[in-house]
């Protein structure tokens, strides 16, 4: 790739929106190129500065209640024009809130699972152990991390385990096991997470992600799998003993 082929693309690679093929492809141009990687360099400075503005601006609850009070008093006729205009600018506040009040779109285990779990697509290394057998995958994991991995294999409702590998994510190993759903392969990341957490799904770089926590683990499935399929399986382990 050359510059003029890279530069539009920047600002997406920054922010993380790119294909997989796209984004390194792009990657590697920065590695080699100076002065992309200068321009890289500051949009990630402006993007982080954005971001960390952002999240310090919380809107005031007086705000909200005012926002609530304009939307629903009915506009008095003989001031319409002028009412009208308040309940657009009531909406326009009302829409700012909602992106202001929104989570953070990405956390930074959901980008490390992701290259993880493109990773071992890419470099077709998906299984250290290669086994459908719990009594195999679940035992090979100990004495590699300090914590028991639960390895059950759901064949009959078309979730087969396929085995485990090792993987690091953020610095820690953690442990992968690998299920097949037809002729897609579902990651799910599972590591130590002392609070329970409700079950939350997203989408990311084309990627369906499904994340919770339960009885002392953590656990991120990752997949190109549909959202339903990451449920179903959700279920199974959330169910499995
Ligand atoms: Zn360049």
């Not at 796209?22 to 080699?32: G, K, N």
């Not at 057998?133 to 994991?141: G, I, L």
């Amino acid at each position: 790739m050359t510059c003029s082929e890279v530069r539009p693309f920047l600002g997406a690679f920054v922010d993380n929106e790119l294909e997989l093929r796209q984004a390194l492809e792009i990657e590697a141009h920065v590695r080699t190129c100076a002065s992309c990687r200068a321009e890289e360099a500051e949009l990630r400075a402006l993007s982080e500065a954005a971001r960390a503005h952002l999240s310090r601006f919380l809107p005031a609850p007086a705000l909200e209640a005012r926002v609530r009070a304009a939307l629903g008093s009915p506009p008095a006729r003989r001031r319409a024009a002028w009412a009208w205009g308040a309940a657009a600018a009531a909406a326009a506040a009302a829409l700012l809130l909602f992106f202001l009040a929104r989570p953070a779109a990405r956390s930074g285990d959901e980008l490390a699972v992701i290259d993880a779990h493109s990773r071992a697509l890419l470099a077709q290394h998906l299984t250290d152990v290669e086994s459908s057998d719990q009594h195999t995958v679940k035992p090979w994991f100990q004495g590699k991390l300090p914590y028991g991995v639960p390895a059950a294999s759901f064949p009959d409702a078309g979730f087969p385990l396929i085995g485990g590998r090792l993987d690091v994510l953020a610095g820690r190993p953690v442990a992968v096991l690998v299920y097949r759903r037809r002729n897609h392969t579902i990651d799910a990341f599972v590591w130590p997470e002392a609070e329970p957490r409700a079950v939350e799904a997203s989408r990311e770089r084309g990627y369906a992600l499904l994340s919770w926590g339960q009885d002392g683990l953590g656990w991120w499935l990752c997949s190109d799998a549909a959202p339903d399929d990451l449920r179903a399986l959700q279920a199974l382990l959330a169910a499995a003993p």
